[in-house]
């Protein structure tokens, strides 16, 4: 299955600010998954990420929130744009990989005071 | 209703037993189902998926799936501490999207 590198694992930002959150996987893919988990809850989908084209939203998440890069096949990158304590919860990128199975990166657990 | 639904826990078993974790879906144009494992601080891990109606065994875990009755279950035989974690079940929905159950929270005791 593929191997993903997500980086930063936790950053504590201060309201108003933004944080780019990168993907990056040890082989191509052609879609990309961002979701977050909130503190107890489960995993909801925020966008699907094509190379090539513009990402996929889910109904309640916007481009002006949360804008996603895909520069090429192996790589994306999801920014949370001023930020407010509601966003403090963990993100994750996942792919699909061979033989459907869908793997996770190591998540990124964001702070926003 | 929502799209996946998981039975409320958290669900307490001693070790060595069986533990069984269900899950419902309302879109049966659903064909793929997932269950993943998640330890607390740590990103889900895939368990395993299952497609065709019927059994699927690896190892300890059974998957069962009945798409007449838009069910699927995981059956985890002699159950270990080390199995206490929170389980979700994922539906392969349109668009190759996952969407999630909220989760059983399971605790095998010694």
């Known amino acids: 299955s593929a191997v993903i590198s997500q980086k930063p694992s936790r950053d504590i930002c201060q309201r108003g600010t933004s944080l780019t959150i990168q993907c990056q996987v040890d082989s191509q893919v052609t879609m990309m998954f961002w979701y977050r988990q909130q503190p107890g809850q489960s995993l909801t989908l925020i966008a699907t990420a094509n190379q090539g084209s513009e990402a996929t939203y889910e109904s309640g998440f916007v481009i002006d929130k949360f804008p996603i890069s895909r520069p090429n096949l192996t790589f994306s990158t999801l920014t949370v744009s001023n930020m407010s304590p509601e966003d403090s919860s963990i993100y994750l990128c996942?792919?699909?990989?061979?033989?459907?199975?869908?793997?996770f990166g190591s998540g990124t657990r964001l702070t926003v005071v | 209703q929502k799209e996946v639904e998981q039975n409320s826990g958290p669900l307490s078993v001693p070790e060595g037993a069986i533990a069984s974790l269900n899950c419902t879906y309302s879109?049966?144009?659903?064909?793929?189902f997932f269950w993943y494992r998640q330890y607390s601080g740590k990103s889900p891990e895939l368990i395993m998926f299952i497609y065709s109606n019927g059994d699927k065994e690896d190892g300890r875990f059974t998957a069962q799936l009945n798409k007449a009755s838009q069910y699927v279950s995981l059956l985890i035989r002699d159950s270990q501490p080390s199995d206490s974690a929170t389980y979700l079940c994922?539906?392969?929905?349109?668009?190759?999207?996952?969407?999630f159950g909220e989760g059983t929270q399971l605790t095998v005791n010694p």
């Open positions: 996942s792919v699909m990989g061979a033989r459907d199975g869908y793997t």
């Open positions: 879109d049966r144009g659903s064909q793929s």
């Open positions: 994922a539906v392969k929905t349109s668009g190759s999207r996952l969407t």
